[in-house]
């Protein structure tokens, strides 16, 4: 009689640690990538000339850090616009462009689209995996204090952008 009382109650834990790992696991799914609110996360890579840049190096200006790729449809259609407005931004704003497929011929790509603004080689695949990045074109506005204040599923337009980093402070 004990052993089917112990049987039970042990049966009744793993049966609730179940559901609860069940419930986080929706709950992160129902949520993807970094919040809206939060700090962003620092963090360094090389842009194609093999300089290191980091997040932080550009505190006390408004960021537009856009995560694509050379094979990506929606990106390649959003580059355009991401330049015409790269050439008209004010002085406290920059772009960040991290590509996410550097095995490819990026620095050829950017040359072809004309890309000016900087962009960087998430080689070791980090900062997509720390941004929680699912889909691409994925695009987060950074206010001047390192703060998260939009995130963009999808190709933006110019118009996009501009109403994004002039809403940040």
């Given amino acids: 009689m004990i052993k089917k009382v112990l049987s039970a109650i042990v049966l009744l834990?793993?049966?609730?640690?179940?559901?609860?790992?069940?419930?986080?696991?929706?709950?992160?799914?129902?949520?993807?990538?970094?919040?809206?609110g939060n700090s962003a996360p620092d963090f360094e890579l090389k842009t194609l000339e093999g300089k290191s840049v980091k997040l932080s190096d550009y505190r006390g200006k408004k960021v537009m850090l856009?995560?694509?790729?050379?094979?990506?449809?929606p990106c390649k259609k959003e580059i355009p616009e991401m330049e015409e407005y790269s050439k008209q931004m004010a002085d406290d704003q920059v772009i960040l462009a991290v590509n996410m497929d550097p095995a490819a011929d990026v620095k050829g790509f950017a040359a072809k689209m004309g890309m000016t603004f900087p962009i960087l080689l998430d080689s070791e695949n980090e900062v997509n995996t720390t941004y929680k990045v699912i889909s691409i074109p994925t695009t987060y506005f950074i206010d001047s204090n390192g703060v998260i204040k939009k995130k963009i599923l999808g190709a933006m337009t110019?118009?996009?952008m501009t109403e994004q980093m002039n809403a940040l402070k």
């Fill in 158 to 160: 110019k118009k996009d």
């Fill in 13 to 36: 834990l793993l049966l609730s640690v179940a559901i609860v790992q069940a419930m986080d696991n929706k709950q992160e799914k129902a949520s993807p990538g970094i919040e809206e």
């Fill in 66 to 73: 856009n995560f694509w790729a050379t094979w990506c449809p």
